[in-house]
């Protein structure tokens, strides 16, 4: 216990620090070489003033990568699937840099993250899944699920990637929840310190006032990170996936996808159509302040951590009930901003007549 003990602390503690001294060699080095970055007069939703890089993502993956292939892939006999697993990662990443370089069309977005679930089912062949109200049976229509899945939480993180902080530090507590609901074995766990550590030390700069951001590289990565480590987190034998506290702790970012696709397609617009009517956008207009707003993020996020916890082992009862809980907090919020907000500006437009 002792020896398993020091061994995590010494993951978390090198990994951290490698990441902050990779990240800071990156900032600095990025004002002198010309990289890509998120200029603030090309938007006009962004929170900072001046051009930020945006390859955090390749630089995170890098990071992970050279760590894990020092300190666990050297020492152990890789099967298939790691390999796989690393090939989706850095899919993931070339793809996401093309797309903050060139900008690339919703529908090759889409047809991309097709192709990683494609890989995702190819890499667990999954037969049943267990989402808490019910167990799928996946025997004729795994494919198309796991699909599906992948473009669900792919998008949803990209949607929620808006704010200085908040991705990084959601999967950073997903990471977290993970250790504590399904005590992963001592392989995965050591890929999940890796990671965390890792995206603990992108933090330090990504906190507002952000020095760098992840971009649609990290957004991609940590995506398919999400798809992947759900599943071998929820894997239970005979190819039995449970799912249900991933998608807990994945409510805020869902429900956030959720409002905007059918936002967007009511005002007859693109799903993908970028607007300023996120929650963060919203919470960022109320309350004024993005560290509030990020602080609120932090505890809704652990709040469901902690919901998730709590009935990973109820009945499908407590399970339905605790969706149909969220389900009410998500429409009274819906109400509170969206709706308190239209309902304002009719005022002005009746007053200007």
């Known amino acids: 216990m002792l020896h398993y003990l020091i061994r995590n602390i010494t993951i978390i503690i090198s990994s951290l620090l490698f990441s902050l001294i990779i990240f800071k060699i990156y900032i600095k080095s990025s004002r002198k070489v010309n990289t890509i970055v998120d200029n603030p007069n090309n938007k006009s939703h962004s929170f900072h003033n001046e051009p930020v890089p945006t390859s955090g993502g390749v630089i995170l993956f890098f990071i992970v990568f050279i760590f894990s292939y020092i300190f666990f892939c050297l020492k152990n006999s890789l099967?298939?699937?790691?390999?796989?697993?690393?090939?989706i990662f850095l899919f993931c990443i070339i793809f996401g840099y093309l797309d903050d370089k060139k900008n690339i069309r919703a529908r090759y977005k889409l047809l991309f993250q097709?192709?990683?679930?494609?890989?995702?089912?190819?890499?667990?062949?999954?037969?049943?899944?267990?989402?808490?109200?019910?167990?799928?049976?996946m025997a004729k229509?795994?494919?198309?699920?796991?699909?599906f899945y992948t473009i669900l939480v792919m998008n949803a993180l990209n949607f929620i990637d808006g704010l200085d902080g908040i991705l990084a530090s959601f999967v950073f507590l997903y990471i977290f929840f993970g250790f504590i609901i399904y005590?992963?074995?001592?392989?995965?766990?050591?890929?999940?310190?890796?990671?965390?550590?890792?995206?603990?030390?992108?933090?330090?700069?990504?906190?507002?006032?952000?020095?760098?951001?992840?971009?649609?590289?990290?957004?991609?990565?940590?995506g398919a990170f999400i798809v992947v480590t759900s599943l071998r987190l929820g894997s239970s034998g005979e190819n039995l996936y449970k799912v249900y506290p991933t998608l807990i702790l994945l409510a805020l970012?869902?429900?956030?996808?959720?409002?905007?696709?059918f936002r967007r397609v009511l005002k007859g617009k693109s799903p993908f159509y970028p607007d300023t009517e996120h929650l963060h956008h919203q919470?960022?207009?109320?309350?004024?302040?993005?560290?509030?707003?990020?602080?609120?993020f932090i505890i809704i996020e652990?709040?469901?951590?902690?919901?998730?916890?709590?009935?990973?082992?109820?009945?499908?009862?407590?399970?339905?009930?605790?969706?149909?809980?969220?389900?009410?907090?998500?429409?009274?919020?819906?109400?509170?901003?969206?709706?308190?907000?239209?309902?304002?500006?009719?005022?002005?437009?009746?007053?200007?007549?």
């Open 79 to 87: 099967e298939c699937k790691v390999y796989l697993t690393w090939l």
């Open 114 to 137: 097709c192709f990683i679930g494609i890989l995702v089912f190819i890499l667990f062949k999954p037969k049943s899944v267990d989402i808490g109200l019910l167990q799928l049976s």
């Open 141 to 147: 229509t795994g494919l198309f699920y796991t699909i």
């Open 183 to 222: 005590n992963p074995s001592q392989t995965l766990s050591f890929h999940l310190l890796v990671w965390g550590s890792s995206i603990l030390g992108f933090l330090f700069y990504n906190f507002h006032p952000a020095r760098i951001f992840l971009g649609n590289s990290g957004s991609n990565l940590l």
């Open 253 to 261: 970012p869902i429900t956030d996808l959720t409002g905007a696709f």
């Open 283 to 296: 919470m960022l207009k109320k309350f004024k302040d993005v560290k509030y707003v990020f602080l609120i």
């Open 302 to 353: 652990s709040i469901l951590g902690i919901i998730a916890y709590s009935t990973k082992d109820s009945s499908r009862l407590i399970k339905s009930l605790v969706y149909l809980f969220l389900f009410i907090i998500y429409i009274f919020t819906l109400f509170s901003l969206w709706f308190k907000k239209s309902t304002s500006e009719c005022n002005r437009k009746d007053l200007s007549h």
